[in-house]
């Protein structure tokens, strides 16, 4: 079974500061690794997908996230946070064979002037 | 370009009553998904279709029903709501491969009373 840990419910950065946001999975085969943003009262919106190419992933608004099998890890990270990047994030996995997205809790993104 | 329409937004029912969630996409896709969204939880999948013609149970089935209608349509059902079951829903689309992004409506926020 797949499953999905984000570590950190909150996090709360500076305007400017890096924004680094964590996630393990756990697949028993490779795994397609997802991050959705949710903006107050709207849908998911896909900021990038790892799909075993490059196993480092350049998504929209500026964030990137690494790959990294040996630690089962897919982290999102950003440079420089600006306001509008205040959300909340999930994480989530997919696996061949199996359509359906399994989610992380959500990591809430607080953006301090 | 719209997407995933979800209707209605907003919906407030008495315990016992019954109601449909409706949903659309005009993306010609395969596989669409109902998943619910609690706090703390991130986003459950309640069931799933592949295909048209095809539903699955998903991790939280249990007091709800599915119907594909056709390629374009999938609708959720309560058919004796309980205040478990107030929650903010969301149907989503994708093609039928594995890592495909899954698209999703805006939500449809439902509270039982």
């Known amino acids: 079974a797949q499953s999905v840990t984000q570590l950190g419910s909150h996090v709360s950065v500076s305007e400017g500061a890096l924004v680094l946001l964590r996630c393990n999975y756990s697949s028993s085969v490779p795994p397609y690794l997802f991050w959705y943003v949710q903006y107050p009262n709207q849908g998911l919106q896909l900021l990038l997908k790892y799909t075993s190419a490059a196993t480092l992933v350049k998504g929209i608004n500026g964030f990137e996230a690494e790959f990294k099998k040996s630690e089962t890890s897919f982290h999102l990270t950003k440079p420089s946070a600006h306001m509008s990047d205040a959300a909340e994030y999930f994480c989530?996995?997919?696996?061949?064979?199996?359509?359906?997205?399994?989610f992380g809790s959500g990591t809430r993104l607080q953006v301090q002037p | 370009n719209a997407g995933v329409t979800q209707t209605p937004k907003f919906q407030v029912l008495k315990t016992g009553q019954s109601m449909t969630l409706q949903c659309a996409q005009d993306?010609?896709?395969?596989?669409m998904y109902w998943y619910r969204q609690d706090p703390g939880m991130g986003l459950r999948l309640i069931y799933y279709s592949a295909s048209e013609g095809t539903t699955d149970k998903g991790e939280v089935p249990n007091g709800y029903n599915v119907s594909r209608l056709n390629k374009r349509e999938f609708s959720l059902r309560l058919e004796s709501a309980a205040p478990s079951q107030t929650s903010v829903y969301f149907c989503a689309s994708s093609e039928a491969r594995g890592g495909n992004t899954i698209y999703f409506g805006e939500g449809s926020w439902l509270t039982v009373v």
């Open positions: 993306m010609n896709h395969n596989s």
């Open positions: 989530a996995v997919s696996e061949e064979g199996r359509r359906a997205l399994t």
